[in-house]
């Protein structure tokens, strides 16, 4: 379980303070779905960051299963990332000169994995997105919803616990983006995995079991 705590984020820019997120609660349950939804601006991409340990709160807490992660020393923050957590953002990040087999296995290396294991892993995800003919093709010789598949299959390497994604159908076509939406959907019913979506994606955000509105850095009700 995902619980926020009374959680705040606040920039200093120029001597002024800017207030992202102010005094949010919010509770995850093991292996449901959310949708963030909120105009540009709102804080859902902080938020998301935050939730994924990629950054920091200025106060308050995030805790999974009831321990504050942000207590953790770095190194441990990390691997608890690398292992926990599988991010999809609506860029790819993939590494333009490493094929699919490659980029997909790259959590999995960091990790330590042995070659063999996160070659074998990672074969299995790509052809179970779709894409066990597109092995040794690097990202300029895919499609951009073939790159997000990869993507996908990248965050699944560790067989994480939580999938945070950031508007993953944002820069796909309505075709491609139901394909990207189908997948994420099927990961959290069929495998439980705990969903995380920010998304402006009406069709995938009536797919969660909760949604929430972000608007001024606090959550509301979506309605």
């Known amino acids: 379980m995902i619980k926020v705590d009374n959680l705040s984020k606040t920039y200093i820019k120029d001597g002024s303070k800017i207030e992202v997120l102010k005094d949010l609660d919010l509770i995850i349950p093991r292996g449901q779905s959310l949708a963030i939804l909120g105009v540009s601006g709102a804080g859902k991409s902080t938020l998301i960051h935050i939730l994924g340990t990629l950054d920091h709160p200025t106060s308050g807490s995030v805790l999974y299963d009831d321990i504050n992660v942000f207590a953790w020393e770095k190194k441990k923050l990390a691997e608890f990332r690398n292992s926990t957590i599988g991010f999809v953002f609506q860029f790819h990040n ?3 000169e490493f094929n699919s087999l490659e980029n997909t296995m790259m959590p999995a290396l960091i990790h330590g994995l042995s070659l063999r294991e996160a070659t074998a ?3 299995v995800l790509l052809q179970e997105v779709g894409l066990g003919d597109r092995l040794n093709h690097k990202p300029g010789e895919l499609s951009g919803g073939e ?3 990869v993507a996908v299959a990248r965050a699944l390497i560790m067989k994480p616990e939580i999938i ?3 508007e993953p159908t944002g820069n796909l076509d309505s075709e491609t983006g139901k394909k990207i939406e189908n997948i994420l959907v099927d990961l959290n019913k069929n495998k439980q ?7 402006h994606n009406k069709s995938l955000a009536d797919r969660m079991s909760q949604k929430i509105r ?5 959550i509301y009700n979506y309605e």
């Open 121 to 123: 892993r990672a074969k």
């Open 193 to 199: 995995i705990t969903l995380v979506v920010v998304t």
């Open 147 to 149: 790159q997000q598949r």
């Open 214 to 218: 972000l608007s001024d850095g606090r």
């Open 94 to 96: 993939l590494l333009p």
């Open 164 to 166: 945070l994604a950031d």
